[in-house]
């Protein structure tokens, strides 16, 4: 699977949307961008996935770079209840591969 | 439905005794997956169950470790001789065959005394 980077944390106003970047210069043609999230103290919660066009779903937006080395989240009115760490996962979707997590953004939403 | 199903909820145990954790996977999911999160940390990959293929184990940490999973059903993670360094929420998650999302249990809280 191939590797993402993600800033560590980041803050935003409840009501405002929250951006998450995530950079995975090295996607494969195959590997699809996955989004999960962790709250605290529960296990983690599948946001939403893409290829390469933009997806929207009740939850949030991935908005995914042309180019596909990169990537963003968007919670469009964050809630104190986003308060979570955010990971950003490639994986090659239809294969034996696993799911793998890496260190994530954990993102604080204030008043 | 019902989730995926995790138990105990917690778990204390005496160093060096063995542990069973139990994971019900939802109905029909093939894939299944087991985490280690030590408290503060990220999820650490186990082991991966895809259908009748060979599981993936290449994240068990030692040779304590072992999990089993029963065709498409119960999987069960055994921690051997268990250390202090077991202490951790082992998580369990389930998918679908090429699924796109793994939907995660609450997690067995295990602390070695």
């Known amino acids: 699977d191939a590797k993402t980077t993600q800033p560590t944390s980041m803050d935003c106003a409840e009501g405002r949307a929250a951006n998450l970047p995530c950079n995975h210069s090295?996607?494969?043609?195959?590997?699809?961008v996955y989004w999960y999230r962790q709250i605290h103290s529960q296990g983690p919660q599948y946001i939403i996935h893409g290829l390469k066009n933009n997806e929207t779903n009740e939850m949030a937006s991935l908005i995914i770079t042309e180019d596909r080395k990169s990537s963003t989240l968007i919670l469009p009115h964050a809630t104190l209840r986003d308060t979570a760490v955010y990971y950003c996962i490639v994986r090659a979707t239809g294969t034996a591969s696993k799911l793998t997590f890496g260190t994530g953004t954990r993102l604080q939403v204030t008043l | 439905g019902a989730g995926v199903s995790q138990s105990p909820s917690n778990k204390v145990t005496e160093k060096g005794k063995d542990v069973e954790l139990r994971c019900d996977p939802i109905?029909?999911?093939?894939?299944l997956y087991w985490y280690r999160q030590r408290l503060g940390q990220g999820l650490e990959f186990l082991i991966y169950?895809?259908?009748?293929?060979?599981?993936?184990k290449s994240g068990l940490p030692s040779d304590r470790f072992s999990a089993e999973r029963t065709g498409e059903s119960v999987s069960t993670l055994t921690i051997q001789r268990t250390q202090q360094e077991d202490s951790a929420v082992y998580l369990c998650a389930s998918g679908r065959t090429g699924a796109t999302e793994a939907f995660f249990g609450q997690g067995t809280r295990l602390t070695v005394v």
């Open positions: 109905s029909g999911h093939t894939a």
């Open positions: 169950f895809q259908g009748n293929s060979a599981p993936d």
């Open positions: 090295t996607i494969s043609g195959n590997e699809y």
